[in-house]
């Protein structure tokens, strides 16, 4: 892939990733205060209990994992399709 291929394939599925995060961190806000009627916990406040902080760990993680692990793959679809190229594996992976 050229330069300047690989600097859109960069602003490409980086802007994909920032707005999926920034929904999943949404989701999983209100998911939390959803199902536990509390607002999400701070993990690294000491006054959190640890359950709730192990908790909003384990969900945040898998929720963001999950998360990143489809926009990857729908930003590579994407780009093979409009481009005729697959991404470099090295470009694939777009981690915040």
């Given at each position: 892939m050229s330069l300047t291929r690989n600097l859109m394939w960069n602003?490409?599925?980086?802007?994909?990733?920032?707005?999926?995060?920034?929904?999943?961190h949404k989701v999983l806000d209100t998911t939390w205060q959803t199902v536990t009627?509390?607002?999400?916990?701070?993990p690294n406040d000491p006054a959190t209990p640890a359950?709730?902080?192990v908790l909003w760990a384990i969900a945040s993680?898998?929720?963001i994992g999950v998360s990143q692990l489809l926009v990857?793959?729908?930003a590579a679809r994407?780009?093979?399709k409009f481009t005729g190229e697959t991404p470099s594996p090295r470009r694939v992976n777009?981690?915040?």
């Open positions: 602003a490409y599925s980086g802007l994909l990733t920032a707005a999926t995060m920034f929904v999943a009627g509390d607002e999400a916990p701070d359950r709730d902080a993680g898998l929720g990857n793959r729908f994407r780009w093979e777009v981690t915040m």
